[in-house]
């Protein structure tokens, strides 16, 4: 098992050679702690969070998670501990209760359904003509936004990592379900390490640390009343954002 101690040592990466998005980056999270990314588009937030995955191996540095080179971790080994939640929520074809096991093939139907019951889902996915046993089609069709969310989120707790990503996960999420979506995610990311992407600040101002992603490395980091009160990059997307 892992404990979700992430570290980057001087981490440099590029898509292509001549190209380097990340330049020495060094970061760390504790067991428990939430990280948000923010800065504009390109700048790198999700080449981090795919980095910890190890979808790409880096040019220079090293990742560690619990002390241990990701290198020497077998991908299918270190992405068991690790759960991503993106933007656009793949279902595939088959019930509920097969979307839900994905997270872990070997999972109980009492226990997806105590996953779902966990973080809200329980409801939603009762007033389905056929409860869990609902046929869904390729990408969820005819299930909202938010109801797709959710159903990723039950694979999430029935999975148990020690990781989490979130990559704009409630970007697409209609104002009458955010509250929801935002409660369910407390309690996933509780005692998770977790690493967050998003252009809302409110699903990040509380996070234990807020990292601005600009010039290839980090340009700020601090919590959100701490970077506020500098005045600069975050201060200046938060009032662009609020006016």
């Not at 992430?6 to 998005?21: A, K, Q, W």
């Not at 270190?78 to 509920?96: K, W």
């Not at 600040?201 to 701490?226: M, V, W």
């Amino acid at each position: 098992p892992l404990h979700g101690d992430v570290r980057f040592h001087d981490v440099s990466f590029g898509y292509t050679p001549d190209r380097m998005i990340l330049q020495n980056l060094s970061l760390y999270a504790k067991p428990g702690q939430k990280i948000a990314f923010v800065g504009s588009t390109g700048a790198g937030k999700t080449t981090i969070t795919n980095l910890i995955n190890r979808f790409y191996d880096i040019q220079s540095g090293t990742i560690t998670i619990d002390g241990v080179d990701i290198c020497h971790i077998k991908r299918d080994d270190l992405r068991r501990h690790i759960a991503m939640v993106l933007q656009d929520t793949h279902l595939f074809t088959g019930t509920v209760m097969e979307n839900i096991r994905y997270g872990r093939p070997d999972a109980t139907d009492e226990e997806c359904i105590a996953a779902a019951k966990a973080i809200f889902a329980d409801a939603c996915i009762e007033r389905l003509p056929n409860g869990y046993n609902e046929m869904l089609q390729e990408r969820g069709e005819g299930l909202s936004a938010g109801e797709k969310q959710l159903i990723s989120f039950a694979r999430i707790i029935v999975k148990n990592p020690s990781v989490v990503i979130l990559d704009e996960a409630t970007s697409s999420i209609s104002s009458d379900t955010e509250k929801l979506i935002q409660q369910a995610l407390e309690i996933i990311l509780k005692g998770r390490t977790s690493f967050i992407v998003a252009h809302r600040l409110s699903t990040i101002r509380n996070a234990d640390r807020i990292l601005f992603i600009a010039n290839k490395g980090i340009a700020e980091e601090g919590s959100h009343e701490q970077l506020l009160k500098a005045h600069g990059l975050y201060y200046n997307l938060y009032k662009s954002l609020n006016q």
